[in-house]
């Protein structure tokens, strides 16, 4: 089997093995879901910040324990200039680079 081959049936597996969790989803209640998106915003800031040196700047004067998951107006917009310009510094992987 080639590289790609095994990607794809790795990659296949991993989906699969999720579906329960994911069609358990579809049952919840809104309390529920509101519940999930703001700890998964939070998870994705708190992330953000830690492994960005970029985000880490550009978020440093927010307070992000007072950022609402339903106003995403209160974070600045990120452009595609922003990320052709500052990649490397935006990148939570420091293997990756342009």
């Known amino acids: 089997m080639n590289r790609l081959a095994e990607l794809r049936a790795a990659h296949t597996a991993m989906a699969q ?3 329960p969790e994911h069609f358990e989803r579809l049952s ?3 309390q529920t879901l509101a519940a999930h ?4 915003y939070r998870t994705l800031i708190k992330l953000a910040t830690e ?3 970029w985000h880490r700047q550009r978020l ?3 307070g992000l324990d007072a950022l609402d998951p339903d106003d995403l ?3 600045p917009n990120m452009t595609k200039l922003d990320v ?3 990649f490397d510094t935006i ?3 420091p293997r990756l680079t342009l």
């Open 17 to 19: 093995a999720r579906l």
């Open 28 to 30: 919840w209640d809104a």
């Open 37 to 40: 998106r703001e700890r998964a």
């Open 51 to 53: 492994r960005s040196l």
């Open 60 to 62: 440093s004067s927010l």
């Open 73 to 75: 107006t209160a974070l």
């Open 84 to 86: 052709m310009g500052s």
């Open 91 to 93: 990148v939570t992987d």
